[in-house]
């Protein structure tokens, strides 16, 4: 992917890759723990969208089936710190993309999703990112913390025994 065209998918792609719009996991720390909405908040979103594209995964507790575990935004900082982000790579890229354009496009996404709104790249920043190969990459601080969801293969919510960076949440079901 060398231009901002290449960047361009249909409304159904989109559609599917953000479940349908939803606000699950998409649009940052400061939204979902105070309900602030800003231009950061529009950078993260586009973070969690560029990994799960890029990956071919969603961004929810125990997306790679392991009941609990990370999301792919843990999962992608934890394989990033450990030099091993080629991991992430969806097998339909591994012919079209090569390893370098992987790591980068991994790196931007990182560094759209950090802890802190302030260290997030503008979006003409991401875009300039995207379009120049050239151009250094600060080193991603931290992703924001972030709770998910464990899906099983209907798509439906599933109670179950996990905590994601040691904060369990509740909650209250009618009978």
Same mark, same amino acid.
């Given at each position: 992917?060398?231009? #901002? !065209? &290449?960047? +361009?998918?249909?409304?159904?792609?989109? *559609?599917? #890759?953000t479940n349908k719009f939803s606000e699950d996991n998409k649009l940052g720390e400061e939204y979902a723990m105070e309900g602030l909405y800003s231009v950061k908040s529009d950078v993260f979103s586009f973070? =969690? $969208?560029?990994?799960?594209?890029?990956?071919?995964?969603?961004?929810? $507790?125990?997306?790679?089936?392991?009941?609990?575990?990370?999301t792919l935004i843990g999962y992608a900082w934890q $394989?990033?710190? !450990?030099?091993?982000?080629?991991?992430?790579?969806?097998?339909?890229?591994?012919? &079209?993309? &090569?390893?370098?354009?992987?790591?980068? /496009?991994?790196?931007?996404?990182? $560094?759209? =999703?950090q802890e802190d709104a302030n260290n997030r790249p503008t979006m003409s920043s991401v875009v300039h990112m995207l379009k120049t190969e050239t151009i250094s990459l600060s080193r991603? *601080?931290?992703p924001a913390?972030?709770?998910?969801? /464990?899906?099983?293969?209907?798509? +439906?919510?599933? #109670? +179950?025994d996990c905590s994601a960076n040691g904060l369990t949440i509740s909650i209250d079901v009618p009978r």
């Open positions: 992917m060398r231009t #901002a !065209e &290449s960047l +361009q998918f249909h409304l159904g792609t989109l *559609e599917t #890759a973070g =969690v $969208l560029l990994l799960e594209i890029i990956t071919g995964r969603r961004n929810f $507790l125990g997306f790679h089936r392991n009941n609990c575990g990370p $394989l990033w710190n !450990e030099t091993k982000g080629l991991e992430l790579m969806d097998p339909l890229l591994k012919g &079209s993309c &090569s390893p370098n354009e992987f790591l980068r /496009y991994i790196h931007i996404g990182l $560094l759209c =999703v991603p *601080e931290k913390f972030f709770t998910g969801r /464990y899906v099983d293969h209907h798509d +439906q919510v599933r #109670a +179950q």
